[in-house]
């Protein structure tokens, strides 16, 4: 009861407002004064809950519940505070509102950890502002390349290293976020599903087991630019007709891979530059994104290569230029098993039938993955809808992650039976 005030009045808090429903939903970018301030209301909460709190390197928020063996690797979990521009409240709130109440009520209730516990709210998660994703999660696993990330620009002009800069942190101490083996044992996260198959799968909750991570291709096509009324139809270079069924095929190929394999692909064209894009010019340019992903690297990097070749039958065929350039290429993550199956187990306990599923999105536990044993909790949310102002996930919902999170640290974090 008194958890449900406190988890409302929280997630608004998050949230910087008193009313959860806008028009404009929340923005509050990676390390921009929102997001910032933000962070600062989870620091004062994790305070008042009785937790140590420190900022690292990367601005990351790090609340530890100190023990007598406070010199053992901490139980870990967190996620995001930042939003895309007109997001949700949930996205990221929801993993690190979960969290610190979970924290919280153990508190409460007297529970004894044997190990530290720590909540973590990690900076700049989303990739919106700067093309870049989990930068404070990608700086405390040591995996963030500095010269590489620091001149990437938001829209107006600022670059990350100015952004990282302007909220009173070091460019060149940020590689000091990296933590070391020992200090963790274990890293879970809890997230909203951004999709509907909890809900249509009739359960209360989903463990994933992996995250999809995308393989992106940038597809340039050029033919000739000419007049639409004076250029007969047999003398053109039209490049939208030559590419027109290439978006086709990224659809339907993965469609057919999807059904012929144990795993599913998915591949969406989601971007598309037409030039000159005038009424009366035949398109002489275009240029494709394409987004494909699959927990199974091997199917997706086949698509990608059928991608290719079909590419180049078009541009035969239509007498036009085509390249393709791979802009992103990675492996997907591979989520401790065994954390999976004890989540599992700790839902069972309280009577939540689970999800065992797959991750289509990235999330700040896949850099934690590559050092720490990790587990993805995804609890519903409405109509699958997130990076969106109407994103939503209902109180009881959320309250039954707590619970999860609260028995799964039980399980962890004393050695005994109690
Ligand atoms: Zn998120």
Known sequence: MGNEKWLEKTLKAFNLTDKLEQKNGFTRLGYSEDEWQSIGVFAEKAESAGLNVRRDEAGNCIARWETDQDDKPAFAMGSHLDTVQNGGGYDGVAGVLCSL??????????????????????????SSRFGISTIGSKAMTGKLNTDQVKDMKDESGITVKEAVEGRGLEWNKITGAQRPQNEISQFIELHIEQGVQIEEAGKKFGI???????????????????????TPMG???????????????????????????????????STMDLHPNKMTSIPGKVELGIDIRSVDDQLKRGL???????????????????????????????????????????GDKLGYDCLVMESGAGHDVMNMASHWPTGLIFIPCRDGLSHHPDEYASIEDLQIGIQIIKEYVKMETTSGLV
């Open 208 to 230: 994933a087991t992996a995250i999809a991570c995308p393989t992106r291709l940038n597809i340039k096509i050029e033919g000739k630019s000419s007049h639409t009324g004076t």
């Open 101 to 126: 109440a979970a924290v919280k009520e153990l508190k409460e209730e007297g529970f004894q950890p044997d190990v530290p516990i720590e909540v973590i709210c990690f900076a700049s998660e989303e």
């Open 304 to 346: 990608a290569e059928e991608i290719e070749k079909e590419l180049q039958k078009l541009v035969d065929h239509y007498q036009v230029d085509g390249s393709v350039r791979k802009l992103v290429d990675e492996d997907s993550v591979l989520l401790d098993k065994e954390v999976a199956s004890k989540l599992q187990e700790a």
């Open 235 to 269: 003398k053109r270079q039209d490049t939208l007709v030559a590419i027109a069924p290439l978006i086709t095929f990224v659809s339907e190929r993965a469609k057919e891979l999807s059904d012929e394999n144990e795993v599913p692909v998915v591949a969406t064209t």
